[in-house]
């Protein structure tokens, strides 16, 4: 339930449409971006769970609404493993995400996959943490120029 709590707080927020997006999590974005939406997964997990399957189904729907869009699907891990695994598992979790948006009609060739590791978490912690908000994948919407 924490983690439904979390993610609900980090979806996008709407902004009015004469501004520049603000994120939840303070990223900011181009008016051409939608907020990222987040994916998160149990510790060294590279399976979806069901909870997240909304996540998934809004960020196709909105790609379908964007003629030429662009997705990013950024995966990273926490601290607790090895810097080499954590990438590994990170670019899983990636994967796993773009394969999900496929099958929802999202075109392959719109999608672009990166695997961070544990290079840009949420929540600093010390090597060997593990950090349910930093085991996440990041769904990245940008719009057509």
């Known amino acids: ?15 009015p449409a004469s501004s ?3 994120c939840i999590g303070g990223a900011q974005v ?4 939608d907020c990222p939406r987040f994916v998160f997964f149990d510790s060294a997990g ?12 809004a960020a196709a729907a909105r790609m379908r609404e964007l ?5 990013t699907v950024v995966g990273h891990s926490d601290r607790s493993g090895p810097t080499g695994a954590n990438r590994r598992v990170s ?18 060739d719109s999608i672009t996959v990166e695997g961070h590791g544990e290079q840009q978490p949420l929540i ?5 943490v593990r950090e349910p908000q930093n085991r996440r994948v990041e769904i990245r919407i940008s719009s057509a120029p």
């Open 1 to 15: 339930m924490l983690l439904l709590a979390i993610a609900a707080a980090l979806q996008a927020v709407p902004a």
């Open 20 to 22: 520049t997006p603000l």
């Open 30 to 33: 181009s008016a051409r971006e």
């Open 46 to 57: 590279v399976e979806v769970r069901r909870e997240w399957q909304e996540v998934l189904d």
């Open 67 to 71: 003629q030429g869009a662009r997705v």
């Open 91 to 108: 670019l899983a979790r990636a994967n796993l995400i773009r394969d999900a948006l496929i099958t929802r009609g999202v075109a392959a």
């Open 124 to 128: 600093a912690t010390e090597d060997g």
